[in-house]
């Protein structure tokens, strides 16, 4: 398991907090369950199994995601609960690619998904995170291949599997409804000599795609439609990225899971909701061959929790793909894209992500959580760990009359106002500055409190100035700001006291400010359900989602940079004081050269204007 600590800081009174989950694995444990299973970290079929001291306390979990997209913040929320799961109870958490879909699936993918998991903080290497040397529990199910072929012949040998020689479309004429009970198959009393026969063909290549199926023999009048006779093994020519050209035919999804957790001694195979209808016949698969000697028991067992469903955003991977595809956003790393690659990117730091987590728990009931909780979540932690700086994101010219040109000295500001012990910082200081633009008004408006002619206000770490007027283009807008600094008021120095402002400017000095591209993101949707008809109900999905995408989610401008902030390293993270919080690019920043993108403001923008569609400024 990871290694890295979890900052006592960064976890929650209710971080133990119990939930349905943790009670079943604690039942498991006290009842010794898993007690009788002799663990090898290897997964093999039961004589390969039987290797490695009997270990009762543990509890093995798995992340089993299909390399044919990019994750997403819901198997943030999957990916953290199994490996945390496995963390806390002394366990282990497997990373298993579930790559039995010969199509679809991509190198591509599976680099990204190793990656994720790894920047999310968790590891199923023991030897690369120092502790005991020994498992790498990195899976492929597409190494079972061998074991799903051999369990399939005795599925068939023993009566429970047959080969169906329907065609789809008359197999799903037979299947019945929720109502209905299906029609036994024709082919459903075919000998074990003649399915076996006919597998064994199948499997050498002598059948087109879809000519066959081995199909499960149950019960086509199950209540449980998933259970009448559901296909096992069908027949798909293509290569796959890992066993190449090897088979043509692939077991379905289905039929491969439970194998996989069983043959990686899985005990707690945790899932969401939509597979609890499959569980019988996970159980099935699972007992017919602990029955024949081929699996040992104690058996897997599948648990289902909801899944994460967020607002403002789409989590789908059919749907993100269309996003990439159709060009909506800039590649899956898109800081705007609800994908662990685009948090990354967006300044999501990882940590967050488990926070997130924690607080949201998991149950069965289907829930909607806010984005705002998300952010605030990502808020939190930032406040935490992120150093503060100076950026002027809308920058007009403050020019002090009274000090003097070519003149400047240093102010200091503190790292981090929660963490003395990051220190101060120099700030440089002098006759023309970038304020925001927004700090100045010629006619204030009624309880304005910063610049205004006449009017008195602090610049932050510095003097406090009175203004005096500005100046106009020919078009009578407001190019610069002039003012008089009063020279026993610096801060840090006891005549800093002797005057009471409500303003509190941040600045620039245009002598020493860097200049860099900051990218302002917004949520990549502007309503709460893309798509979504009706307000508050989720299922109603008749609109286009895309119609709902935020024409405004990002908007690009040249800002000023206090000078520290020139060599930030990508991916280090900053609050840009009044702003928000701030992350230099991984892709595109760089040392001397920085360029920033935003990734949250300081407060919620959204929550303050309901209705409204914030302007991303
Ligand atoms: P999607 O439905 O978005 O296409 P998926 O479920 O097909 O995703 P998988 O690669 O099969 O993606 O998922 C790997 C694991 O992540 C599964 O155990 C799945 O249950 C879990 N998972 C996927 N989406 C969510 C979610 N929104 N919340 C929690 N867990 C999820
Ligand atoms: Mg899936």
């Not at 290694?3 to 604690?26: C, H, Q």
């Not at 093995?60 to 819901?74: A, V």
């Not at 796959?240 to 957790?261: K, L, Q």
């Not at 120099?426 to 008004?441: K, Q, T, V, Y």
Request: aromatic content about 10%; hydrophobic content about 35%; proline content about 6%.
């Amino acid at each position: 398991m990871s290694k890295e600590p979890r900052s006592p800081a960064a976890i929650p009174a209710a971080a133990a907090s119990t939930n349905f989950i943790r009670n079943i694995i604690e039942a498991d444990l006290e009842a010794g369950k898993h007690a009788a299973r002799r663990w090898s970290g290897r997964p093999g079929p039961a004589a390969q199994q039987l290797a490695g001291p009997l270990d009762p306390a543990r509890i093995r979990t798995r992340f089993p995601p299909e390399p044919n997209g990019y994750l997403h913040f819901g198997h943030a929320k999957s990916i953290c609960l199994n490996f945390g799961l496995a963390q806390d109870f002394g366990g282990r958490c497997h990373l298993r690619f579930d790559d039995t879909n010969p199509e679809k699936e991509e190198q591509e993918y599976v680099d990204s998904i190793i990656d994720s998991v790894r920047w999310l903080g968790f590891s199923w290497d023991e030897a690369a995170t120092g502790e005991a040397a020994g498992e790498n529990n990195l899976y492929f199910a597409s190494n079972y291949f061998d074991w799903m072929v051999e369990f399939a012949e005795y599925l068939i040998a023993s009566g429970h599997a047959y080969v169906e020689s329907q065609s789809a479309e008359e197999m799903r004429g037979s299947r019945g409804t929720l109502t209905e009970a299906g029609i036994d198959s024709p082919f459903r009393e075919r000998s074990v000599e003649e399915n076996m026969e006919l597998f064994r063909r199948m499997q050498k290549g002598e059948f087109a795609d879809g000519a066959h199926v081995l199909r499960a023999k149950i019960d086509m009048a199950s209540a449980n439609i998933n259970l009448r006779d559901p296909a096992i093994y069908r027949i798909r020519h293509a290569s796959h990225h890992n066993t190449g050209d090897r088979w043509c035919v692939y077991p379905m999804y289905t039929y491969a899971h439970p194998i996989e957790d069983a043959l990686e001694n899985i005990t707690h195979s945790i899932c969401t909701l939509e597979f609890a209808d499959q569980r019988p016949f996970y159980d099935w698969v699972l007992e017919r061959l602990a029955e024949g000697g081929l699996l040992q028991r104690p058996l897997p067992q599948q648990i289902e929790f909801s899944r994460l469903n967020l607002t403002y955003i789409v989590l789908s991977k059919r749907r993100l793909i269309q996003l990439v595809e159709e060009g909506h956003v800039n590649g899956w790393d898109d800081p705007r894209l609800p994908t662990l690659v685009g948090a990354r990117r967006r300044g999501y730091p990882a940590a967050g992500f488990r926070l997130f987590a924690e607080r949201v728990g998991v149950s069965r009931s289907e829930s909607l959580i806010e984005y705002t909780q998300l952010e605030d979540t990502m808020r939190e932690v930032l406040n935490e760990s992120a150093e503060r700086r100076v950026a002027v994101l809308d920058p007009l010219r403050l020019i002090i009359d009274n000090y003097p040109a070519g003149e400047s000295e240093d102010c200091l500001a503190p790292n981090h106002p929660l963490k003395p012990e990051l220190g101060k910082r120099a700030i440089p200081f002098g006759r023309e500055l970038w304020i925001e633009r927004e700090d100045f008004m010629e006619e204030p408006s009624k309880g304005y409190h910063r610049l205004y002619p006449g009017n008195l206000a602090r610049l932050r770490y510095a003097y406090v100035l009175r203004c005096v007027g500005c100046e106009h283009d020919e078009n009578g807008k407001v190019i610069a700001v002039h003012c008089e600094y009063l020279p026993d008021s610096k801060s840090g120095t006891p005549g800093a006291d002797n005057y009471k402002v409500k303003g509190n400017l941040h600045w620039v000095s245009v002598a020493d400010a860097c200049p860099a591209e900051v990218r302002l993101y917004d949520r990549l949707f502007a309503v709460a359900l893309p798509g979504a008809r009706r307000e508050g109900d989720p299922e109603d999905l008749e609109r286009d989602f895309r119609d709902d995408l935020n024409p405004n989610s990002i908007r690009v401008i040249q800002a000023w940079l206090e000078p520290a902030l020139k060599g930030a390293r990508p991916e280090e993270s900053f609050q840009f004081e009044r702003h928000g919080y701030f992350v230099a690019d991984r892709v595109d920043s760089r040392e001397g050269a920085p360029v920033f993108n935003r990734t949250v403001t300081l407060r919620d923008s959204w929550a303050a204007r309901p209705g409204q569609r914030q302007s991303g400024g």
